[in-house]
Structures are given as structure tokens and as C-alpha cells.
């Protein structure tokens, strides 16, 4: 019996040794691959369980003035923003009135007639010389679609206040004012609170009551006259329910009180892109210069030994040839030392795979721009 004990004790410890040399045990298989941690690109993956509002709340400015950085600069972010703004805005908007004349309790001619009546105000009103639907009076409607549109590109989100300018022309009064989004945020950088998320204020079931905007953009610190540090508290509607600020986003996630850019994806893509353009063409115009060298027989010690004569032998046949030139149909011959060789290097640049690695990216671009290749490159 006791040694049955013994033999058994032996056996275990002997098990214990090999589970300790053996490393910790391994993971088991996943119901889901990409939830598991066998495949060597999963080991270190392991992102935040982030809302969507936490993903985006300290790093919106940061990502937009990187993606604004790229519009104003790249060539490519540029051309994705205007062919975006064509095919959403165009020349602008034209209204199409259909009254609901049933809802309405007229009959379909009336209705119609209506239809023209609207359409008619509605095109002196966004057309009309004088800018009056601009509260800057800069351009007509189709020029603050296009503003609008090209932020809600570029960050994500378009933001507007709806002002009061009455136009002796027109006869309207409504206008609007085009903001940077960039403004829209908690004043003196307060932290969030279950009813001001970001800069928009919240009611009990999530839904926007006033936005706190700065008085100017953060970059306009030394501007004259500007009060960055400056909010205002702006009312969503009215009491009788006319609209003040308009804020145009895409909810991209639940819980999300602002949103991001299509082209945040690939920014880092963008980037890399621009900076390869760059490289090559430095390099090609490089390689269009003529680079040289002249590779001697003659030995440095030598050289150091009788740098005297050896100089001014040099500058002797440099003299001489200088007052009587060779040419050779207009060409200019060079001389060297006896046993010396001028030898070009030539880089080869562009890359062989310059364009199919270019492609390729854009159309990863396009594609989260939600256009096509063809139509971002107008290739």
C-alpha cells in the first residue's frame, strides 16, 4: 500500500514538471476567428470597447485639421472634395413643390398651381443679386449649399445658423450663415456631462436643445477683434418652433452627438500617398540632371606627397586650356589627368511600380469617399 502512495506522489510530481516547462496553456478555439488569439495578427490587437461618442470626443479636432490639411494641400483630398461637392450640389439646388393637396383639401390643379407659385419665389429668393439668403451676402444659396456640403465632407458635420435679414428686394428675410463646425464646442472646455456632450445640449431622452458655439474660430487668436474664448448659447428653435441652428450629420454610431469624416478611414493612406509623390518626383527631377564623377588612377599618398607639383601642374594645364579652348561643334572639351575617367550615374526613378502602387491606393480612396476611381481621378 505504501508503495502505491509513493508511486502515485511520483507520478504527480512528475506531471506538475511538465506542466510547468510547458509554458501556459494554450487558448482555446473561438465560436468566432477574429475573437480569438491563435493567428499571430490578433496576439496584439486588442482595441478599447469604445462608444461612439468616447471614439471620437478627444480626437475630433486633431482628425479634422489633419483632413483639412490634406484638402488645402493634397491634390488628391482636394479633387475627392470637389467631385463630391459636383455631384451633390452642382449648379445648386432646384425645388420641386408637391403639395400634399389631398392632406390639403384642394384638388390637383390647385395644387400645381401652387407648385408654380412656390418655385417661382423660391428661385428669386436663392438667386437674387444682392445675396440676401447669405447673412455675409457673399454668394447665393447654391454657394452656402456648397460650404455646407464640402464641411460635411471634409469634418463629418455641416453647421449653420439660421438668421433675420429682411431685403426690401425680396421682400424675405430669412438668411443663413455658414459656421465652421470646429466652433461648435463646451465652453471654457468644461468636461461632459450627461446633458452637454461636445458642445450640444441635450435634453432627457438624448435630443438636441441648444448648441454652445465660440464667438470665432480657436485659429483666430490674434486676430483683432475676435473672442475665441468667447460662447454663445444658441436655442435650437425658437419658442413658436422656427429653426436657429441647423447641425447636418451622418449618426454614424449609437450614442453619437457628433460625427466624422468618410475620408478618416484613409487619411493615414492619403498621407502616405502624398508623401510618395513627393519622393518620386524629387527623385525624377534628380535623375534629369547629369551626376558625375572622375575616378583617378593616381594614389592618394602619392597625391599628398607632391601636392605641390601636383597642384600646380594642375592649374598650369588649367591655364592653358582656358586661353585656348577646344570645341567641338559648339561643344566644350573637358581635359583630365592622364589615366582619368569621368564616369555619370544614373538613378532610376520613376519607380517601375510607381503607377499600379498609386492606383491602387486611389481607388481605396474613392472607394471611401463613395465615389468611383474613375471619377475621383478623372482618369
Not at 535623375?287 to 592618394?300: F, G, H, Q
Not at 594645364?317 to 575617367?341: C, I, M, R, W
Amino acid at each position: 500500500m505504501a508503495k502505491s502512495n509513493r508511486a502515485t506522489r511520483k507520478a504527480a510530481l512528475r506531471a506538475a514538471k511538465r506542466a510547468l516547462h510547458s509554458g501556459p496553456p494554450k487558448l482555446t478555439a473561438s465560436g468566432y476567428r477574429a475573437a480569438g488569439g491563435q493567428h499571430p495578427v490578433l496576439r496584439n490587437w486588442s482595441p478599447g470597447l469604445r462608444s461612439g461618442h468616447a471614439a471620437l470626443r478627444f480626437d475630433r479636432e486633431r482628425l479634422s485639421s489633419r483632413i483639412h490639411d490634406l484638402v488645402r494641400n493634397d491634390g488628391w483630398a482636394s479633387a475627392a472634395t470637389s467631385r463630391f461637392l459636383d455631384n451633390i450640389v452642382g449648379a445648386g439646388f432646384r425645388l420641386s413643390a408637391k403639395p400634399a393637396y389631398k392632406a390639403l383639401g384642394i384638388t390637383i390643379e390647385q395644387a400645381r398651381e401652387v407648385a408654380a407659385q412656390i418655385e417661382a419665389a423660391w428661385a428669386i429668393y436663392v438667386s437674387e443679386p444682392g445675396f440676401w439668403s447669405d447673412m455675409e451676402r457673399m454668394g447665393p444659396m447654391a454657394a452656402n449649399d456648397g460650404l455646407a456640403v464640402r464641411h460635411l465632407f471634409a469634418d463629418g458635420e455641416a453647421l449653420g445658423f439660421v438668421g433675420w435679414r429682411p431685403s426690401s428686394l425680396t421682400g424675405y428675410g430669412t438668411c443663413l450663415h455658414v459656421l465652421d463646425p470646429v466652433r461648435l464646442s463646451n465652453p471654457n472646455g468644461v468636461a461632459d456631462t450627461d446633458r452637454l456632450r461636445d458642445g450640444v445640449e441635450l435634453d432627457a431622452h438624448g435630443a438636441a436643445i441648444a448648441y454652445h458655439i465660440r464667438r470665432s474660430h480657436p485659429g483666430d487668436l490674434m486676430t483683432l477683434g475676435q473672442q475665441p474664448w468667447t460662447w454663445g448659447r444658441f436655442e435650437r428653435e425658437t419658442a413658436w418652433g422656427r429653426p436657429q441652428v441647423l447641425h447636418l450629420r451622418e449618426k454614424q454610431w449609437a450614442g453619437m452627438t457628433r460625427s466624422a469624416s468618410d475620408l478618416a478611414p484613409v487619411a493615414v493612406k492619403m498621407k502616405q500617398v502624398s508623401d510618395y509623390d513627393d519622393s518620386e518626383l524629387q527623385a525624377a527631377a534628380l535623375n534629369a540632371k547629369l551626376a558625375a564623377v572622375i575616378t583617378t588612377p593616381l594614389d592618394p599618398e602619392a597625391i599628398t606627397d607632391d601636392l605641390d607639383g601636383l597642384a600646380k601642374y594642375a592649374q598650369s594645364e588649367a591655364d592653358y586650356y582656358n586661353k585656348v579652348p577646344l570645341e567641338l561643334d559648339g561643344v566644350n572639351l573637358t581635359f583630365l589627368h592622364p589615366g582619368s575617367q569621368l564616369t555619370t550615374v544614373k538613378a532610376e526613378h520613376p519607380h517601375s511600380n510607381f503607377e499600379a502602387f498609386e492606383r491602387n491606393a486611389l481607388r481605396n480612396i474613392a472607394s471611401a469617399a463613395g465615389m468611383s476611381y474613375e471619377v475621383m481621378t478623372a482618369d
